[in-house]
């Protein structure tokens, strides 16, 4: 499988540090190239092996699936100089928040158009990757996309009509998981457990935590529950997280991810601040 990555931000590293660690795809079979940046694509060849370029015709020869890793504002320049390579066995695989295949499929009419929302636990190969397909992508086409992203962790067919959602949830939501893991780390150190034995303990306790809703059939509330004894410790801190409105801030940062997902795909420069 070639795969060419148009852009060398943190979501094509985390793909291609995916893809490379067990040699999922060769890494001369991968090629990525970026806007201007030579240092940058200089850093990722020298890290994965992969090879780097910013030759069209050498870019796009022979590759399987050409895959959108640039913002959604610089997809359509960042397209243009393949456009007239492109037939219909190049996929195009867009990893961008809010770009529509039928926007894509708009560019490149001749193309099959694949829209995917990864994120950067690809890293580690623990991505969950949902897809949504543009008309007429064949059944060989669908099944190579999934084992593509089968590579780099758990991967969901859903309709595009979820996509702006997905992205909110789990394109986006290891970041709040981060922030989440930052705030206990302070918090430990408040309490006296030092930064780096506080990081270790925090990442097996969401570990623990994760691999318990995946398994069981218990509801999160249920497994909260278990650990809550009356006049516990548990539930002095819950009171706090009650009082401040945690859940209700945390269910309003997901839906303006999602409102921000949707808003990208009509209008792809960022906000007025
Ligand atoms: N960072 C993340 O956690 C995730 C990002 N995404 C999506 O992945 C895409 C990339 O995000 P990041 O890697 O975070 O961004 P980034 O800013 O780190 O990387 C963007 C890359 O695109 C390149 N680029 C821009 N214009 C170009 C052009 N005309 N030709 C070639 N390359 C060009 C830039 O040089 C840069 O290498 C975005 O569309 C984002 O919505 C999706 C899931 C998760
Ligand atoms: O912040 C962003 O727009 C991208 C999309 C999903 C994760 N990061």
Redesign the pocket.
Known sequence: MKVTI???????EALIAGWTAQEYIRPGDIYV?????DI?LAELARLYSIKTSRDTHELINNTDFLIL????K?WM??LKPYLPYLHNETVIIS???GVTTASMQKAAPNSPVIRS????SAAVCASMTSLAFGPGVSEEHISKTEFLFRGVGETAVIEESMMDAVTALT?TG?AYIYYLMESMEKAAANIGVPEHIGRELVAQTLIGASRRVQKEEATPSDLYMQIMSPGGTTEAGFNVLKERGVQEALIDCIAKAYERSQELGKNPSPPEV
């Open positions: 148009i852009g060398g931000g943190s979501m094509a190239t970026n806007r201007s940046n940058r890793s640039c913002k959604p610089d320049e960042a990893v961008m928040a929302m990864p994120n950067t394109g290891p």
